[in-house]
């Protein structure tokens, strides 16, 4: 079965700075979902990329998918306290499989 | 335009006994998936329903079963709870083959079994 591993699990962060969170995937990708979740609530959605290479940006959120290496990363630009979450990562393992699996998660905190 | 809707928030069940899940779909969507959430992990996938059936299941026991409705509302039931089975249970909803589309999810139902 496939899994994601995100890294950092966690991550500290000082208001203003930028970071950038990684997904990994053990098999090869079919769409990639980025989703931030506030604790106990839940999933908002992000972004989908569903191509090698393929970017995007929306406000100071920007995504990237390396198809070869099975990897998305996730980078923000000029942190800000409404960025503070959970970070979840998720992939369809097969073409046509509507079961979505997740990574663990990376929780960002901000600090001022 | 309201987006997927669960009931309840919250919840506390005795170990034993059963509970029905409650979750409406986002206007236009078609398809319903639920995701257990444990503390500090992933959301993991229980099982779709489209068009009234199950489509897709994952690790789950029998235990945990779902019904769709005409209205694409659904529910999720879970019988002869375990201390394990405590978790935030999340519905996301998609037009059919969410793989183009993404999924928008629910703020969850929070179950505590004591």
């Known amino acids: 079965s496939q899994e994601l591993e995100q890294s950092p699990q966690s991550l500290i962060v000082q208001e203003g700075k930028n970071l950038t969170i990684n997904c990994t995937s053990s098999?090869?990708?079919?769409?990639l979902y980025w989703y931030k979740q506030k604790y106990g609530e839940g999933l908002i959605f992000l972004m989908m990329?569903?191509?090698?290479?393929e970017e995007k940006s929306h406000e100071k959120i920007t995504a990237k998918l390396d198809e070869k290496k099975q990897q998305s990363s996730l980078h923000i630009t000029a942190s800000q306290p409404s960025h503070a979450g959970i970070y979840l990562c998720?992939?369809?393992?097969?073409?046509?499989?509507?079961?979505?699996?997740f990574g663990t998660g990376t929780r960002l905190t901000i600090i001022p | 335009d309201a987006g997927v809707t669960q009931s309840p928030t919250h919840l506390i069940k005795t170990r034993g006994q059963q509970v029905t899940l409650r979750c409406s779909p986002k206007?236009?969507?078609?398809?319903v998936s639920w995701y257990q959430q444990a503390l500090g992990q992933g959301p993991q996938f229980i099982f779709q329903?489209?068009?009234?059936?199950?489509?897709q299941r994952g690790n789950f026991p029998d235990r945990f079963s779902g019904h769709q409705f005409p209205n694409y509302s659904s529910e999720l039931n879970v019988n002869a709870l375990l201390l394990g089975d405590s978790a935030l249970y999340l519905c996301?909803?998609?037009?059919?083959?969410?793989?183009?589309?993404?999924?928008?999810f629910g703020s969850g139902t929070r179950l505590t079994v004591v």
């Open positions: 996301a909803s998609s037009p059919f083959y969410g793989l183009n589309y993404g999924y928008t």
């Open positions: 998720g992939a369809f393992s097969n073409f046509g499989n509507e079961k979505l699996t």
């Open positions: 990329l569903q191509k090698g290479g």
């Open positions: 329903y489209y068009e009234e059936e199950e489509r």
């Open positions: 206007s236009g969507h078609d398809t």
């Open positions: 098999k090869t990708l079919y769409g």
